[in-house]
């Protein structure tokens, strides 16, 4: 889908309600509601993160999505896909500018350039202890990304068509931060599987664009 178009129709997600757990239970591991239910209690006093879906234009003016895929490290997100963004900070005025600012320093597209234009349903996420907050942000022109090499191991620009394609929806099983093996829905994206906290908020935002697209 061109940009223009994608543009012109997303803006009527402002008005839709979310679908919050209603979507996430479509994209979760088999484990992950019940846990954040028996967790509710300590996720109110988790730390707290935001994180930017950007939608931009190619240089064929294609509409897509840019994640990333984190370097390998000690922790639980090690060496897994997700949207650019990062923890809170004191000088942040709020979650919005956090995931804004993340989004500069870890791909290098500038605050000023996005719009963003919807925020999503938070997800806690157990194994970190965080309350995620995801916004959905467009950027009218090409970026010229600047990978952050500290952080990001590789940027991916993810076609609209195939975040949206259901084909690209499996089955995959994983290893969990509980150390132990499960079958789990996935995107594949990119050749990349995408799952976790990271599918399910991609759920919610892919059945907000099947409204309005």
């Known amino acids: 889908m061109y940009f223009n178009t994608f543009s012109e129709s997303v803006v ?3 008005h839709l ?11 979760s591991p088999p484990y992950r509601i019940d846990l954040a239910k028996q967790m509710r209690a300590k996720a109110k006093t988790a730390k707290t993160a935001g994180v930017m879906a950007l939608f931009y234009p190619n240089q064929k003016a294609e509409t897509h999505l840019v994640l990333i895929l984190r370097k390998t490290y000690k922790g639980v997100h090690s060496n897994q896909v997700g949207f650019p963004g990062g923890k809170y900070e004191d000088a942040d005025d709020n979650l919005m500018i956090t995931a804004l600012r993340e989004t ?8 000023d350039k996005v719009n963003v234009i919807k925020t999503i ?10 309350m995620v907050h995801p916004y959905l942000g ?9 990978k952050q090499d500290d952080e990001v191991e590789d940027i991916l620009e993810i076609h609209l068509q195939d975040f949206l394609n259901d084909d ?15 079958d789990v829905p996935a995107f594949k994206l990119n050749g990349h599987i995408v799952w976790g906290a990271t599918a399910m ?10 409204q309005v697209l």
């Open 138 to 146: 467009l950027m009218d022109t090409t970026p010229e990304f600047i």
């Open 168 to 182: 690209n929806i499996i089955t995959t099983n994983v290893q969990t931060s509980l150390n132990v093996r499960v």
């Open 201 to 210: 908020m991609l759920g919610e935002i892919k059945d907000l664009l099947k």
């Open 12 to 14: 009527k997600i402002k």
């Open 17 to 27: 309600e979310l679908f919050g757990e209603q979507s996430h239970a479509k994209m």
């Open 104 to 111: 500069e320093e870890e791909v290098g597209v500038p605050m």
């Open 121 to 130: 349903s938070p997800l806690y996420i157990p194994p970190s202890n965080f």
